[in-house]
Structure formats: C-alpha cells, structure tokens
C-alpha cells in the first residue's frame, strides 16, 4: 500500500467546473505539498500545508491532519489548468518526500 | 533564471553504457535531492543530500546507482551498467533546510532512454 493515495486518478472537467482532488496519507508527516506537473516534465509547488486551509488565485488546498486527508480544489476550471496534479507528504522526520501518483485533470472547453 | 537546473535535457545510451547527470539547486539551498519518476507513477526517491553530505538512500537503488554533492552546491547522479529498466525521468529538487517545511523546487528533470 502507498504512503500517499489520490483520488480519482483521471478526472475530466468541463471548463467552468469546480474540480476537487482529495490526497489521503498513512505517515506521519511535518507538512502536504500539492504540485502540478505538466506534459514535458516540469514540477511546480503549489502549495505547501501544516495545518489548516491556503488560498492562490483559483486554487484551494486545504488539510485536515487527525483525519489524515488533504483536497485540493479548482473554482472556475480553464483548459490550462490541465495537468497532473500530484499530493507529496514530507516524512515527520523531514528527510523523505513520500509522493501519490498523480490525478490527470482535463479540462474540456 | 535562478531555479534548479538539469543537464542534460534527454540522454539515449546503450544497455550497459554509465550514464552522468547533473543538477544544479538553487544556490541558497543546501538539501538536494533526485527522484524517479516513471510514466504514470508519481515521483520515487532515491537519495538525498544535506550540503554535501548524502543522509539518505533508498533501499530500492541499487549499488549501480552513485551520487555525490562535492561541495554542498551541484550533484551528479551516475548509473553504471544502465538496463533497459533504468529508462525514466530523473528529478532533481532542492529546498532550504532553514525552516523545517521550506517549499520543494523542481528541476525539468532529465528523460533516460536505455536502449
């Protein structure tokens, strides 16, 4: 079993949508970070989590640590949000990033 | 541009060629570390530095795979013997270990193709 488990792992929206991306982890962890990761490779930190709720822009990430579980969501989801969105956990003793394995987001016209 | 930088882009080899990769973090950043990832699968550590001190390794890399941290700056990452399994894209992050939850930077990692 994974340290980290996302869901649902493809999701295809249409533009408009509100899109939510749950994160569930069985470790320990100093903080969640949600990442998004596009065709071609590149990784870009969205967001970084200890406790409660963070907002950028359309974004919303929010943690609930004695349930273990983060989501992250999209308001008003645009074509060039499309991207894999991937939830990372840092280990509590803070020397290992444990990662899910992505939900690919499609956002149709 | 003063991100985490990767070199090269893509590499093709041989099975049974080495293989040399590099990375330079950004340069206030003193953890270092490279991950695996492979189509479909979120991103797998392999080791992880500490200025030049490598703290970490994952118990899945074998003994083919090498890295070092010279100087506490830029890292290497070194395959020998490369197999076909060992085609992925290589990550490199770096982070400021001044705070405990500093924010994970990405390099645009470097495809491996072994033929």
């Known amino acids: 079993k994974n340290e980290v488990e996302q869901s649902p792992q493809n999701l295809t929206a249409q533009e408009g949508e509100f899109i939510t991306i749950n994160c569930s982890y069985s470790?320990?962890?100093?903080?969640l970070h949600w990442l998004q990761q596009h065709p071609g490779g590149g990784i870009v930190s969205l967001f970084m989590?200890?406790?409660g709720k963070k907002k950028h822009g359309r974004l919303i990430a929010t943690i609930n640590i004695q349930e273990k579980h983060s989501s992250l969501h999209i308001t008003a989801s645009h074509p060039r949000d499309s991207a894999v969105y991937i939830c990372?956990?840092?280990?509590?003793?803070?020397?290992?990033?444990?990662f899910g394995t992505g939900t690919s987001l499609t956002v149709i016209p | 541009d003063t991100g985490v930088s990767q070199d090269p882009r893509h590499k093709i080899t041989k099975r049974g060629q080495n293989v040399t990769f590099r990375c330079d973090p950004i340069?206030?950043?003193?953890?270092l570390y490279w991950y695996r990832q492979t189509l479909g699968q979120g991103p797998e550590f392999l080791t992880y530095?500490?200025?030049?001190?490598?703290?970490?390794k994952s118990r899945l890399l074998s003994d083919r795979f090498s890295a070092e941290r010279p100087k506490g700056s830029f890292s290497t990452l070194e395959i020998q013997r490369t197999e076909q399994g060992d085609s992925a894209m290589y990550l490199c992050?770096?982070?400021?270990?001044?705070?405990?939850?500093?924010?994970?930077?990405f390099g645009s990692g470097t495809q491996l193709s072994v033929l």
């Open positions: 990372a956990v840092r280990s509590g003793t803070g020397n290992q990033f444990y």
């Open positions: 992050a770096s982070s400021a270990a001044r705070r405990q939850n500093e924010k994970l930077f």
């Open positions: 530095f500490q200025n030049e001190a490598q703290l970490e």
């Open positions: 989590l200890s406790s």
């Open positions: 470790v320990g962890i100093s903080a």
């Open positions: 340069s206030e950043h003193n953890r």
